[in-house]
């Protein structure tokens, strides 16, 4: 359902919710994350450019959060490189469709709930899970 960028965003952001302070290098954040260097470079400036993540240049600098995980949900990383969008109009650009017919209509419940979904649940919730499993990987600093 995700695309594979919005994966590889939600996996960065949720590696940098972890420390809100620290900044994380490129090189580091596409090993932790095992997202391709190239590509995680092109995802980053999209959440830098939805002011998501920003990013310190020099030694000891890197990306971070640019604002608190407690206030960033899974949604909007989502929709900062990859938004999910919802079905308003018929795709079929039909003229008697003047609303959604049935099929369409079920559709968008499914892009409404997972919107829902996705927007309940913080980057601080994720990285605070009391489950056992770390989230993203076996490394764990």
Known sequence: MLSKTAEYALRAAVWLA??????????????????????????????????LVGSQPGPGGGYYLARPASKMSVLDV????APLERITHCPLGLPSHIRLCP????LDKVYE?????????TLEQ???????IVPLCDITT
Request: no cysteine.
């Open 18 to 51: 972890r420390d809100d302070v620290r900044n994380e290098r490129a090189d580091r954040l596409a090993e932790v994350t095992k997202v391709p260097r190239r590509y995680l470079h092109k995802v980053l400036q999209d959440l830098a450019k939805a002011g």
């Open 78 to 81: 989502v929709n900062a490189v």
């Open 103 to 106: 099929l369409h209509a079920e």
């Open 113 to 121: 709930a997972t919107q829902n979904s996705l927007g309940s649940v």
């Open 126 to 132: 994720l990285v605070q899970s009391s489950s056992s």
